[in-house]
């Protein structure tokens, strides 16, 4: 793989051992739309580590042996990439970037990535918005990335949007980020402007903890995207920006509660779908509604019913993708057995107790957040959330087995 930048528009050129349809870091096969991409809003004179890190985070799926980046790298980026994924890095020659002091959340508006801006109140955002390619056609018009960005423009918070179309350098399955981490991408170019230490992401127990994106089922103390020592942590660490998820040891039930009581709570979106809210009518939409209803104690509110395929999914014998919530929904809305998520009553004996390691903190997630903001974490999940019992700690490192 080779890569140039001029200006902050990225190109990259496959060798011929690189593939055409390679594989993101959660197994999922992503196929090749087009080889160059931009990101808007941010400076031209990052670090070249920073330059790199953002480039890998797209080009990581289609590289086998080596990359090649147009400006020399540290010792230690490449020895990062060398030992997370067997690739050659280089050339190397660029003193290391040291870890900056601030901590900037990714923020995306939704739910999880509200909670998580709640954690660090003073956190200045970067926001990541679409737009259009040049060259690919846009198919997915219904994403209303303006709608987002003008929420995110509205909480008041320090805010920095970064443009890019690097999702349309996916053909398949559909436009997206080739890598989790290139969301990323703007807000590591800008890392060197905002002296940035740190990355907080939205990413809550379930990610982090309980299987990962894809779900897999099983607990994931080395989740390789997200765990501060996986490939991607040290990766980062080694540009001088941490992850950090100041949200990875809550369920999504907690998550949703921190966003609806905060005072961001107006500007929380998590349907890509519709203008003026919620449509109510996408997969993501109902299960974020079940959530809430639980979370609230009423009834599910939903004009989708069993018959509409986005609530197939819920008609089949599990394991289902965030299924710790379903489980925490089924065992919490009045009325469910009445719901099109009654069948899924039969695959699970659940209760408000065998549910209620969701509504605390799992303290290790707090453990692994990098000591300069660990406390301020800690202090709001003791005030907030309250955390994890031994026996609730079990069941965390119990799941899926
Ligand atoms: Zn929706």
């Known amino acids: 793989m080779r890569v140039t930048w001029t200006g902050t528009d990225l190109s990259f050129r496959l060798d011929p051992d690189d593939e055409i349809t390679g594989k993101a870091s959660d197994d999922h096969p992503v196929k090749l739309a087009t080889n160059s991409c931009s990101i ?23 590289t086998r042996r080596s990359v090649t980046f147009d400006r020399a790298i540290s010792a230690e980026l490449a020895a990062a990439l060398h030992d997370g994924w067997g690739i050659e890095a280089g050339p190397v020659g660029a003193e290391p970037r040291g870890a900056g002091r601030t901590l900037a959340i990714s923020y995306s508006g939704g739910a ?17 918005r679409r737009v259009p ?15 987002l960005a003008k929420l995110a423009a509205k909480t008041g918070r320090e805010l920095n949007v970064v443009t890019s179309d690097l999702e349309f350098t996916l053909a398949e399955p559909r436009p997206g980020y080739p890598e989790h981490h290139a969301v990323a991408a703007g807000a590591l170019l800008m890392a060197d402007r905002l002296d940035l230490g740190g990355l907080g992401f ?22 390789v995207m997200w765990s501060p020592h996986g490939r991607w942590g040290r990766l980062f660490a ?10 990875g040891g809550v369920s999504e039930a907690v998550t949703m509660r921190l966003a609806t009581r905060s005072d961001l709570k107006d500007h929380v979106r998590w349907c890509l779908r519709g203008t003026d809210g919620p449509c109510r009518l996408c997969g993501k939409c109902l299960y974020k509604e079940l959530i809430q209803a639980a979370v609230e104690r009423r009834p599910l509110d939903t004009p989708i019913t069993a018959d ?39 695959y699970f004996e659940v209760s408000e107790e065998s549910t209620s390691w969701l509504e605390h903190c799992y303290p290790k997630a707090i453990e692994e957040i990098p000591a ?5 974490a800690a202090a709001f999940m003791a005030a907030n959330v309250g955390f994890m019992t031994e026996e609730e700690v079990r069941r965390v490192e119990t799941w899926g087995s």
Not at 133 to 140: E, G, K, M, Q, S
Not at 202 to 223: Q, V
Not at 372 to 376: G, S, V
Request: proline share 10%; no cysteine; aromatic share 14%.
């Open 133 to 147: 390619h040049r060259r690919v056609p846009n198919r997915w018009p219904h994403y209303r990335s303006d709608v």
């Open 308 to 346: 509409r395929p986005v609530a197939r999914k819920w008609l089949r014998k599990p394991p289902y993708g965030g299924q710790e919530m379903i489980e925490y929904g089924l065992a919490r809305v009045p009325g469910i057995d009445k719901t099109l998520f009654a069948g899924a009553l039969d």
């Open 40 to 62: 808007g809003g941010v400076p031209d004179d990052a670090h070249p580590d920073l330059f790199a890190l953002a480039a890998w985070t797209i080009v990581a799926p289609w």
């Open 238 to 247: 080694a540009a001088g920006v941490h992850l950090v998820l100041p949200v």
């Open 372 to 376: 300069q903001w660990r406390d301020e």
């Open 202 to 223: 939205g990413y809550e127990l379930g990610s982090r903890w309980l299987g990962g994106g894809r779900y897999l089922w099983r607990y994931t103390p080395d989740n």
């Open 112 to 128: 999880d990535s509200v909670a998580a801006a709640t954690v660090y109140p003073q956190a200045p955002f970067v926001h990541f």
